[in-house]
């Protein structure tokens, strides 16, 4: 941002929360809806994984491209008209006429929410005085997981009286009110040059398609997996991800700085353990919603109640995280959270038919401590570890990481979902292979978390740094 700028911290504080609160709450709302979309749609559980995943897979694969134009044309210029498709999106998407229409409307909705990812954090931090950076990410991490929060509970709500389809009619009308404070209170523009007042540099056209392709082929691969065609499509995505370093490492401007990752030990390894920490959760509310409306019978109202736990917990506990890592390394801070989770997924992996609910409520408030107390400290450290003119790419790969997470997250259980399943729709027929999916993808995501527990201590001192 313009150091002229004059907006006041406090207005972006709100727009950059009302932007954070949006996609996690239609996202979580959307998970309680699933079985109704299935059985209107008649989509067998592969099918309906792709509900959350072919909106990830849209804003993962777009991020950096979407970050690296908003530093050339405008920061705030990019977030406006991704709230604006994210509202259009919505918009068709509860008017949705079949599956299909569905699957490309959540990606045409994945393209807003890129928009949106790659420029509210760096816009807020660039306001944002060093001192009050931790505060300020934990508000807007606690403004992440109030959406996630009131997700489970209106959606199951508007489920249970008014159908799916309102969900995203609600979550139309919060974008487009979210547009009208932004449009109004946000004067200036915001840019990722060195201090200068307009934007400037070219865009590295070919790295992007390199990307793009990759990323679109490594989720494809899930879905094929253990077939050839889901093996070549692993390799080819690996293979395109390998020439893309080698491109940015070679590129005049390129998309990604990678003397980010070779020069900066907390940048790196803070944006490793956020891509294992997102790849070992995200799943788990798509999981749950389909075992607490399948096996244990309740409606999506009562099931939203039930998804509360973690996401409430995660929303009272943000704040007090991110104060702490302005107190205590970070990496401390975070790595506790990652261990907490650890342990939340490993207790989900001894569920069964006859598991009680307080039993999954206190699995959630387990993990939805661990991630309260990794999310916003590790934001914190991934953040300070850069300079201001590199707040929008700094900002867009931390979004990439957790959205490449999330496409992993998915894929894992796709992949699962599927060597038990099969093609069949979730029913009493299969329900004792659902809970064996269950019982093989937890320990997977706990394993996984707990990888990540080194990667977040290796990432050093960022004080030192």
């Known amino acids: 941002m313009n150091e002229q700028q004059d907006d006041s911290r406090l207005v972006v504080l709100l727009i950059a929360a009302l932007s954070s609160f949006l996609t996690p709450f239609m996202g979580s709302a959307t998970n309680v809806a699933l079985p109704a979309i299935g059985r209107e749609f008649r989509m067998n559980a592969l099918a309906l994984s792709w509900v959350p995943t072919a909106y990830i897979v849209s804003s993962a694969t777009l991020l950096l491209p979407l970050g690296r134009l908003a530093d050339i044309h405008g920061r705030k210029r990019?977030?406006?008209?991704?709230?604006?498709?994210?509202?259009?999106?919505?918009?068709?998407l509860a008017l949705a006429p079949s599956a299909d229409w569905l699957l490309i409307?959540?990606?045409?909705?994945?393209?807003?929410?890129?928009?949106?990812?790659?420029?509210?954090?760096?816009?807020?931090?660039?306001?944002?005085?060093?001192?009050?950076?931790?505060?300020?990410?934990?508000?807007?991490v606690a403004a992440v997981y109030a959406g996630l929060s009131v997700g489970p509970v209106l959606g199951g709500l508007l489920t249970h009286y008014f159908g799916w389809r309102s969900i995203f009619t609600f979550t139309c009308a919060c974008g487009l009110f979210t547009f009208a404070l932004a449009a109004g209170k946000l004067k200036g523009e915001w840019f990722g040059t060195d201090g200068k007042a307009k934007g400037g540099g070219r865009f590295d056209t070919p790295g992007a398609a390199l990307y793009i392709l990759s990323l679109l082929a490594l989720a494809g691969a899930f879905s094929w997996l253990p077939r050839p065609p889901g093996i070549a499509l692993l390799l080819c995505g690996l293979a395109g991800l390998a020439a893309f370093v080698f491109w940015e490492m070679k590129a005049a401007q390129p998309l990604l700085d990678m003397a980010l990752f070779r020069r900066n030990a907390v940048f790196a390894f803070s944006n490793l353990a956020a891509l294992i920490s997102y790849a070992a959760t995200f799943a788990v509310g798509f999981l749950l919603s389909l075992y607490l409306q399948h096996i244990k019978g309740l409606g999506p109202r009562d099931a939203g109640l039930v998804l509360l736990s973690q996401p409430l917990v995660m929303t009272l506990f943000s704040p007090l995280a991110g104060r702490l890592s302005d107190r205590i390394e970070p990496r401390v801070v975070a790595s506790f959270g990652m261990g907490l989770t650890a342990c939340g997924l490993t207790l989900l992996a001894l569920v069964t038919k006859d598991t009680p609910l307080s039993y999954i409520i206190v699995c959630q408030v387990l993990l939805g401590l661990g991630f309260a107390f990794f999310s916003s400290p590790n934001t914190n450290a991934v953040m300070s570890s850069v300079g201001k003119p590199a707040y929008g790419v700094a900002s867009a790969v931390l979004s990439t990481m957790r959205q490449v997470g999330f496409v992993l997250s998915m894929g894992l259980v796709t992949l699962i979902l599927t060597l038990h399943l099969g093609s069949a729709r979730i029913g009493p027929a299969v329900y004792p292979q659902f809970l064996a999916s269950l019982r093989t993808v937890f320990p997977v995501l706990a394993g996984l978390c707990a990888l990540g527990i080194p990667a977040s201590l290796a990432r050093g001192n960022m004080r030192r740094t």
Not at 120 to 132: H, Q
Request: proline residues 2%.
């Open 78 to 92: 990019l977030f406006l008209i991704g709230i604006l498709t994210d509202a259009g999106a919505s918009f068709l």
């Open 105 to 140: 409307f959540r990606a045409v909705q994945g393209v807003g929410g890129a928009m949106i990812f790659c420029t509210s954090m760096a816009i807020l931090l660039s306001v944002i005085p060093a001192a009050e950076r931790g505060r300020a990410l934990g508000i807007n």
